[in-house]
């Protein structure tokens, strides 16, 4: 079993790009506060995870929404 295999299809890639390009700025335009940092961070992880199309929460529980395309 490969560790990036793709568990995602390809509309919830596109929603989490999306939700990350909102998220990654936060840094800059909040200050850095905790919170921010936070959010940045989140935001890295969509990014992550859509552009390789593989989810390491969904590969826990053993989710593919691939099938669903």
Not at 1 to 8: E, G, K, P, R
Not at 60 to 67: A, P, Q, S, V
């Given at each position: 079993?490969?560790?990036?295999?793709?568990?995602?299809n390809t509309?919830?890639?596109?929603?989490r790009f999306f939700i990350s390009?909102?998220?990654?700025?936060?840094?800059?335009?909040l200050g850095s506060s905790n919170y921010a940092i936070l959010l940045g961070a989140v935001g890295g992880v969509l990014l992550f995870n859509a552009l390789l199309?593989?989810?390491m929460i969904y590969k826990?529980?053993?989710?593919?929404?691939?099938?669903l395309n």
């Open positions: 079993m490969n560790l990036f295999t793709t568990n995602q509309s919830e890639r596109i929603v390009l909102f998220l990654i700025p936060a840094p800059f335009i199309g593989t989810c826990m529980f053993g989710i593919n929404t691939c099938k």
